[in-house]
């Protein structure tokens, strides 16, 4: 493409072998698992905080939605 610059050659990437180890994740299923803390106790904060945001959501999008329902 530009023949008066040198072309460098690739980087090679990694093996897996030499690639840093990464850290093991606790996966916690389920949809309680996203309300855990890291001892697995159930945080109620932001339990409540979710509700709220989602009661929140619901008084935006209802009068809409009854106006479409009614027609």
């Known amino acids: 493409m530009f023949p008066e610059r040198p072309r460098r050659p690739m980087p090679l990437l990694p093996t897996r ?4 180890p990464q850290k093991a994740q606790k996966s916690i299923s389920g949809f309680i698992g996203n309300f855990q803390d890291a001892e697995g106790n159930l945080d109620i904060s932001k339990l409540t905080t979710t509700g709220k945001q989602i009661m929140d959501l619901y008084n935006q999008v ?4 009854t106006r479409f329902i009614k027609k």
Not at 62 to 65: A, E, V
């Open 62 to 65: 209802s009068p809409l939605m």
């Open 17 to 20: 072998s030499q690639r840093p």
